[in-house]
């Protein structure tokens, strides 16, 4: 995790974070959004004999009753002022039209964390100097501002956000759950080069790269996510499978979903997920950006 406290950043693990200025920044400056409390089943609480704290399981049923609005700030330009840094607010710095943002954005939001960490987010086509100079000098997102220290990597984030905050834990106890859960965050990175990569060629590495997911999402019986139920690894996954279906299935003319039925449940299991939902960009725009990123004349 790269980390910043009034000096120089320690260690990068690896590429999670976007610098890209490509990406459009959407605004949001009068979007209202409504997401739902989560409920904690009693039956699912993972009681430890240990001193630890007790960290109920999420899931992914969402109360109706409940809702909790907010309204998403507009994105910080070079002409906006920086916020007071390091005043013991917990920020999180994004950019609405990244997907690594976004993996930390939807773990904020499913730990119901909306009134504990405010975001912060950012124009990549026109971020502030300030951002660079007093907040994240990497000059990507996500960052997240904390004790004051300020801490960069998406896939480090999410982790951090769930073992240092309250609300209901996105990891496994269970050992080989954790291990495998270990074995898809590490081939995250790997599924999206195969893709990406099918972008300009044939869909054979993305076959394979689609295959992976059925099997992996084959391996539990007891929900329809990675790990069974609802985890850090299917939040790792999302945002990208969210941007590569609609590109895929428009350009390529190729359903990711087609003979792999588990992915088609875990796409719409996911949709379901309202801490997801308020985080989920235009189909239309993914497939639109992509075309300029990746298929318009260099």
């Known amino acids: ?69 907010e309204v998403l700030p507009p994105a910080l330009t070079s002409a906006s002022e920086p916020p007071p840094i390091f005043d013991g607010t917990t920020r999180l710095y994004i950019s609405y039209t990244c997907p690594y943002a976004q993996r930390v954005w939807i773990t904020r939001n499913c730990k119901g964390l909306q009134n504990k960490i405010q975001l912060v987010p950012i124009n990549l086509r026109d971020r502030p100097s300030w951002y660079k100079e007093k907040v994240y000098p990497p000059n990507k997102v996500p960052a997240l ?17 769930d073992s240092n ?5 996105l990891f496994p106890e269970d050992q080989g759950r954790r291990e495998f859960a270990e074995e898809l965050m590490n081939y995250v990175n790997s599924f999206r080069g195969s893709v990406v990569s099918s972008f300009k060629g044939d869909r054979n590495e ?34 990208f499978i969210e941007r590569y279906q609609p590109f895929l ?3 390529k003319t190729y359903d990711i979903t ?25 189909p239309r725009e993914h497939v639109d950006n992509f075309r300029k990123r ?5």
């Open 1 to 69: 995790m790269a980390t910043w406290t009034l000096g120089s950043p320690i260690g990068v693990s690896h590429p999670s974070s976007c610098s890209d200025v490509s990406l459009p920044c959407i605004p949001f400056s009068s979007r209202r959004l409504s997401f739902s409390s989560i409920i904690i089943s009693p039956l699912k609480l993972q009681r430890q004999v240990s001193r630890r704290r007790v960290r109920p399981v999420i899931s992914v049923k969402m109360a109706a009753a409940e809702a909790f609005q």
């Open 258 to 282: 087609a003979g792999r039925p588990k992915l088609a449940a875990w796409i719409e299991e996911m949709n379901k997920i309202e801490g997801y939902q308020q985080t989920k960009g235009d």
């Open 294 to 298: 990746f298929l318009s004349p260099s």
């Open 249 to 251: 299935l428009e350009v």
């Open 145 to 161: 501002e904390h004790n004051n220290e300020v801490k960069g990597e998406s896939l480090d984030l999410i982790r951090y956000i």
């Open 165 to 169: 905050f309250e609300g209901p834990s």
């Open 206 to 239: 993305a076959d394979v790269a689609f295959d992976y997911i059925e099997s992996a999402l084959s391996k539990y019986g007891d929900g329809p996510f990675f790990l069974g139920q609802f985890s850090l690894v299917d939040i790792a996954y999302a945002p």
